[in-house]
């Protein structure tokens, strides 16, 4: 982590060939004006339905994802979520205020009402689908759908054969399945799912989007070795610097749908996290830390003046120099939760670093609630 870090201090200049969208304007002043150490920053964001017949917690009406889009190609640049990935990993610099634009799973009412105006800004954009979905399910895109589609700037990736909580632990014969076991059964399913990928498109990007956002350490680092890159859905932004096996998305969709809050966090800086307690964010009975104790780099973090919150409520904390450390709850709520840190940039007039901590917990039943 520490030698990513020097990298970004150090404001690799060097330029990438980032896919761009058509936005003459905003890909002129990155030459120009821009700090360099702007340009080691990505936005993701996460959508699920574009529709008003779906869901209203992962679904947002066409004409409010119209609004984010025209939004998007005044101030942004739309970028390829795998070319910026592999930018970042290579310590490539980016376009000023890049974002990525992703959808999880591939649900038909993308190509219907979302697609059309994606092809109208020529954004690139990533779906994370569940193959054993795809063809059978209602309201799922069809092969046929995704085939076409992947000719026309949308990338396809790995959401697991069929949308499975990761971390549950199978029962065999009224027996817990060992960790080998698990890890066994789930790494089958998200091999296959890639396959199926590949045979279908003749490509393996090898990004995997966590269902639920939920994930281990253990898991995560597991998939790294393996060649993955791992997509969650605690917020934030990315950058070089980031864990490439569960980086932050911020989901755009639902009671995130205001483009007013969505601004904020468009505008929001990866937060550089040298150091961090938490080993794993499955939350334990016992022994699970009572604060969360995060070390930045404060060069340009208004270390004074960030703030951090806890399912949205402002949070008591001691700030020590660069290091930050924050009361966690005694019990935690079943199922996700998380805490966001933010502190304003002291160059960028406006511009918030972002950091998140997911924290997962298992109901009585030992499962991860939906
Ligand atoms: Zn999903």
């Known amino acids: 982590m520490s030698s990513r870090i020097v990298l970004l201090l150090l404001f690799c200049v060097c330029c990438v060939n980032v896919a761009l969208a058509k936005q003459p304007d905003v890909a002129a002043k990155t030459e120009t004006s821009i700090p360099t150490g702007m340009l080691d920053n990505l936005v993701i964001l996460q959508y699920h339905n574009v529709s008003t017949k779906t869901p209203a917690s992962t679904s947002i009406a066409p004409e409010k994802f119209a609004e984010h889009l025209a939004y998007l190609y005044r101030h942004y640049t739309v970028v390829d979520l795998f070319d910026a990935i592999k930018a970042l990993r290579a310590g490539n610099s980016l376009p000023d205020k890049a974002v990525a634009i992703t959808f999880d799973d591939g649900f038909d009412n993308i190509l219907l009402n979302a ?191 960030m703030n951090c919150f806890f399912q949205g409520h402002l949070q008591d904390k001691k700030i020590i120099e660069n290091l930050v450390e924050v009361s966690l709850p005694e019990s935690f709520p079943f199922g996700r939760s998380r805490m966001n840190c933010t502190a304003p940039s002291k160059t960028q007039k406006g511009r918030f670093y972002w950091f998140s901590q997911p924290f997962f917990k298992a109901n009585e039943n030992q499962l991860f609630p939906d």
């Open 115 to 305: 697609h059309p105006l994606l092809q109208k800004y020529n954004f690139p954009y990533t779906i994370f689908i569940n193959p054993q979905r795809i063809d059978k399910d209602r309201n799922q895109l069809t092969w046929y759908e995704v085939k076409q589609m992947a000719q026309e700037n949308v990338r396809f990736a790995n959401h697991t054969l069929d949308h499975l909580h990761l971390l549950n632990r199978e029962y065999r014969n009224g027996e817990k399945e060992s960790d080998a076991q698990w890890l066994t059964r789930i790494m089958y399913n998200i091999d296959q799912a890639e396959k199926l990928i590949e045979t279908q498109l003749g490509y393996s990007l090898q990004f995997l989007a966590y269902p639920y956002g939920e994930f281990d350490t253990f898991l995560a680092q597991h998939l790294e070795q393996q060649g993955y890159i791992g997509f969650a859905q605690h917020s934030g932004a990315v950058f070089s610097g980031s864990n490439f096996s569960a980086l932050p998305r911020f989901p755009a969709a639902g009671r995130y749908a205001n483009i007013n809050t969505l601004k904020v966090k468009l505008n929001s800086l990866a937060m550089p996290v040298l150091d961090n307690n938490i080993q794993s964010p499955v939350v334990s009975e016992e022994g699970f830390p009572s604060t969360l104790k995060l070390t930045v780099a404060a060069a340009d973090l208004n270390m004074n003046a």
